[in-house]
């Protein structure tokens, strides 16, 4: 996961690079996803061509559709989020999908809160502490943190408020889907556990998707749109085969052998990350509303976090030291006398 997180880290900041040159979403996507597909059909051919089970129209649909909300539509507006504010602004938003996927967990089962202990107490007061955060980060822009000359910057002095608040917006609505697909893909694994085929369909499915979501909307632009500069090629590939591909197997896997939440959990590091980079190389902006916001979500993360850990140890410790009522009586045993009979050996 931390290894996910830096390579997310750099993704987001070369994103933002190329969405300021101007370079159409859907169509990044649809390269994006379509070098991802290519890159990740021939590992989960030779990997999983012994172990991987039949591919049912089940499995199909329930891919079909985690590719609109984790791939699509899901980077569709973060790279809109990323247009109107900042790659790191845009990373502060990851920190709520822990404790959305919480409460999204919360109806279909896999999760549950007991509000007569501690740790059911701190999963709600986390959830509270993180989504009073993510309205902060949404609402409250502040001045900004970092002195800057005029020439720095002018590439951020168009950002009004306008902009800024629909970024916001559809960077919670990316969250929303983001925190969908864990839970999705938490099924998923369960019916088919095959990563790398089951990344390699989904970011297939997510290129056409992509593709007819372009031309049904822009059929004038066909010859510009697509067409790429050298840097371009470079972030595209990278987002593909590292940003797209092994990060989603790599989740995937993680999902499957730790659950949703834990993988989830990890997500504040992406900003952390990320501010580390775009901050003093690229001289973005850092406001205080972005820096209370983002603090104020990790603390509620960590206070639901600090809650399913001690809920895991009650529900161990309950397993192991039985009420004496509930206990199973223990079975008795006849003591039996073995006699040993010899025998005698036949002559050599």
């Known amino acids: 996961m931390l290894a996910i997180d830096l390579a997310f880290a750099i993704s987001n900041i070369l994103l933002k690079k190329i969405v300021n040159e101007g370079m159409d979403h859907l169509v990044f996507i649809t390269y994006r996803q379509s070098i991802s597909a290519l890159f990740l059909s021939p590992l989960a051919y030779f990997l999983e061509r012994r172990s991987r089970p039949k591919l049912t129209p089940t499995i199909l649909c329930h891919l079909f559709l985690s590719a609109i909300i984790g791939a699509s539509l899901t980077q569709y507006l973060f790279l809109l989020g990323i247009e109107f504010t900042s790659a790191t602004f845009s990373c502060a938003f990851l920190n709520m999908v822990p404790v959305v996927t919480f409460l999204m967990a919360l109806p279909f089962g896999l999760e549950t809160v007991n509000l007569r202990h501690r740790s059911g107490v701190a999963k709600v007061a986390g959830a509270v502490v993180c989504l009073g955060g993510a309205i902060l980060l949404t609402l409250y822009k502040g001045m900004p943190l970092i002195h800057k000359s005029v020439e720095q910057f002018q590439p951020n002095s168009s950002l009004g408020g306008e902009r800024w608040a629909v970024g916001s917006v559809a960077l919670f609505a990316g969250t929303l889907l983001w925190s969908s697909w864990f839970l999705l893909q938490s099924n998923i694994a369960k019916k088919y556990p095959c990563q790398y085929s089951t990344t390699a369909i989904m970011t297939c ?22 067409a ?18 092994l990060c989603f197997v790599g989740m995937s896997w993680c999902v499957k052998k730790k659950g949703p939440v834990f993988t989830a959990a990890f997500s504040p590091l992406v900003q952390i990350m990320a501010a580390a980079i775009d901050v003093p190389v690229l001289h973005e902006q850092l406001h205080l509303g972005s820096l209370i916001g983002s603090v104020t979500v990790m603390v509620g993360l960590y206070i639901l976090l600090w809650g399913k850990d001690k809920e895991i140890q009650n529900q161990g410790i309950q397993l192991v030291q039985q009420p004496e009522g509930l206990k199973e009586p223990e079975p008795q045993f006849q003591v039996l006398k073995v006699i040993s009979v010899e025998t005698e050996r036949p002559q050599a």
């Open 205 to 226: 499915f997510s290129a056409i998707q992509s593709a007819i979501l372009f031309f049904s909307i822009d059929r004038n632009k066909f010859s510009s749109s697509w």
């Open 228 to 245: 790429l500069t050298t840097s371009d090629v470079l972030i595209v590939i990278y987002a593909g085969m590292v940003g797209s591909g």
